[in-house]
């Protein structure tokens, strides 16, 4: 991790606890469930529905200490989702690598390409957030845009991973 990417995290890691502190937040992921459900072939224009509400929903949602719980809340939705994903891209890669072995064929391991994938996404999504955090020069708005980022780029990763790629 690079000194920046540090001092970033360090920074998230002070305040947002302070954030939870100073309001009860109200998040629930069914907004964003709605509109999943709703919206198929444009699940990615879900992404943020139900941070949305819960910054109307929340007194002081509004503030940045608001809005970076509320981000954080549905970035934590989307991740348990990518979680789930991957773990379920992950057994049906082993086995389609097992497959290929047994049928006597030596195509590329969809295990070590579906790993070296995901890992190639954390180091793009930490280094994305860390730019769109940079973009505030170090004002307040830099802790909502960095977990913001955080919540847009794993619910596309998430939506990704559960389409399979495709």
């Not at 998230?12 to 109200?26: K, S, T, Y």
């Not at 929340?58 to 934590?76: I, K, N, V």
Request: net charge negative.
């Amino acid at each position: 991790m690079k000194t920046y990417e540090i001092c970033l995290l360090a920074n998230l890691v002070a305040w947002l606890p302070g954030a939870v502190l100073a309001q009860d937040v109200v998040f629930s992921p069914a907004a964003t469930e709605q509109c999943l459900a709703q919206a198929p072939g444009s699940e990615a224009s879900c992404i943020g529905a139900s941070a949305e509400r819960c910054m109307t929903e929340t007194q002081g949602g509004q503030s940045t200490y608001g809005m970076s719980a509320c981000l954080d809340a549905e970035a934590g939705y989307w991740d348990d989702r990518l979680n789930a994903a991957y773990r379920a891209r992950m057994r049906e890669a082993k086995q389609a690598d097992a497959d290929a072995k047994a049928g006597g064929w030596t195509p590329p391991q969809q295990e070590d390409a579906l790993r070296a994938m995901q890992r190639a996404w954390i180091a793009f999504r930490d280094a994305r957030c860390s730019y769109a955090a940079s973009l505030w020069s170090g004002g307040t708005g830099a802790g909502p845009a960095a977990v913001g980022c955080f919540m847009q780029t794993t619910g596309e990763q998430a939506l990704y991973l559960e389409n399979a790629g495709f």
